[in-house]
């Protein structure tokens, strides 16, 4: 079984500041880690994915995050906050590969 | 290629009603998926399939709820009779036959009040 923890369900950040969006996972075999991004009113999109390999993640839109094994981690960062980042944010986990289980969702605030 | 499609997009109806959200997979797609969203559970898989067959229906809430999938580009998820508690918002997702990638491709999402 696996299961995710996102800290913090709202998140405000000014413009132009880091964004780090937290996320914790459980799973009882190597996790497949994935963090999705939701637009109101629209269905979510993948925004990077972990399987295997390199631990830093490279996404879409200047995201990338960092899987660290030691912490049961996959925080989800960008360096620079821009207004169309705001949205929610959900980071999943697969045990098998076809079963996501999501957490309960980061809200993104970006203040001017 | 035009994603995956849900119909309708917004659906209101009175407690005992049959509600039916439709859904056409992107093309090519071997896997389908159906998730309800509320603001108290979050995302929830209600079922998935594989090659139009029933994978795991763990997740759907009751009897009150079915799911097809006739034809690989066409699902349905039905419920009969309809409750308030149902209200949310259905998500249809589709996953190509790849091995291990775990990329969902998400509709736009079918929005249900029940009155």
């Known amino acids: 079984a696996q299961s995710v923890t996102q800290l913090g369900s709202h998140v405000s950040v000014s413009e132009g500041a880091l964004v780090l969006l937290r996320c914790n996972y459980s799973?009882?075999?190597?996790?497949?880690l994935f963090w999705y991004v939701q637009y109101p009113n629209q269905g979510l999109q993948l925004l990077l994915k972990?399987?295997?390999?390199?631990?830093l993640v490279k996404g879409i839109n200047g995201f990338e995050a960092e899987f660290k094994k030691s912490e049961t981690s996959f925080h989800l960062t960008k360096p620079s906050a821009h207004m169309s980042d705001a949205a929610e944010y959900f980071c999943a986990v697969a045990g098998s590969a076809r079963q996501l289980t999501f957490g309960s969702g980061t809200q993104l605030t970006v203040l001017p | 290629d035009a994603g995956v499609i849900q119909s309708p997009r917004h659906e209101v109806t009175e407690m005992g009603q049959e509600v039916t959200l439709r859904c056409k997979p992107i093309s090519g797609h071997d896997y389908l998926f159906w998730y309800r969203q509320t603001m108290m559970r979050g995302l929830e898989l209600l079922i998935y399939f594989n090659n139009n067959v029933p994978i795991d229906d763990s997740g759907m809430p009751e009897d009150r709820f079915s799911a097809k999938m006739p034809n690989a580009s066409f699902s349905t998820l039905k419920i009969q009779p309809s409750e308030p508690r149902d209200s949310a918002v259905y998500f249809c997702?589709?996953?190509?036959?790849?091995?291990?990638?775990?990329?969902?491709?998400f509709g736009e999402g079918s929005r249900l009040t029940v009155l």
């Open positions: 997702a589709s996953s190509p036959g790849l091995a291990d990638t775990g990329e969902l491709f």
């Open positions: 972990y399987t295997t390999g390199a631990t």
């Open positions: 799973s009882s075999v190597p996790p497949y």
